[in-house]
């Protein structure tokens, strides 16, 4: 078992690597389907209604980033 395995794994990384120059669309296909990545029904409005939430400083739940902000202030000081 682990041998037949070993030689699919094989062959899904020559035919990954092929795509990877003569198709492109397979290429992200194989890729998508080696992520186990499924497609999400939620609307880009809900994802950009979470996202505002989740980053509104006015909210009582807000924490900011401390390392996040020290690295803006020694950016902005440079």
Known sequence: MSRN???YDKKQTAKLT???VNNTKLYWQLLKQ???LC???ISL???GQYFNSVNNP???FFTADEDILHFI???ERN
């Open 34 to 36: 080696g992520s186990g």
């Open 18 to 20: 092929e795509a990877r």
């Open 5 to 7: 395995r070993y030689q």
């Open 39 to 41: 497609k999400s029904n």
């Open 58 to 60: 006015g909210s009582p």
């Open 45 to 47: 409005s809900v994802f």
């Open 73 to 75: 202030d020694r950016y």
